[in-house]
């Protein structure tokens, strides 16, 4: 089991950046594909980014390849969202996510496919 603490978020102007932290305490972190989502009011919870467990494969949506990155310390039980040049659009609450896997290489894309979740961090852009 694994819980997770997201941490990151706050208010900025868009075109500003800012870097979301996802914690996780537990036993063998390395053992889990990570993943990042966000919920908008009224909206369904959509995957940002994903990353398997051994950091090698990732994954972006359209919208955000080029401006976000997500990676990984699996020393620090630790996965990152870097998210550069931040729009109007990007408000929501960003979630952490992870899953069990026994492959190293495999990235997740639905919610459904994830077994446990951070409490999310809110992300606020003014235009």
């Known amino acids: 089991q694994v819980q997770l603490v997201e941490s990151g978020g706050g208010l900025v102007q868009a075109g500003d950046s800012l870097r979301l932290t996802c914690a996780a305490s537990g036993r063998a972190f390395n053992m889990y594909s990570m993943g990042w989502f966000r919920q908008a009011p009224g909206k369904e919870r959509e995957c940002v980014s994903a990353?398997?467990?051994?950091?090698?494969?990732?994954y972006y949506t359209n919208s955000d390849k080029g401006r976000f990155t997500i990676s990984r310390d699996n020393a620090k039980n630790t996965v990152y969202l870097q998210m550069n040049s931040l729009k109007p659009e990007d408000p929501a609450v960003y979630y952490c996510?992870?899953?069990?896997?026994?492959?190293?290489?495999?990235?997740?894309?639905?919610?459904?496919?994830?077994?446990?979740w951070g409490q999310g961090t809110q992300v606020t852009v003014s235009s």
């Open positions: 996510a992870a899953r069990a896997t026994p492959s190293e290489t495999s990235t997740f894309l639905q919610a459904s496919d994830y077994n446990y």
């Open positions: 990353i398997s467990r051994n950091g090698g494969n990732t």
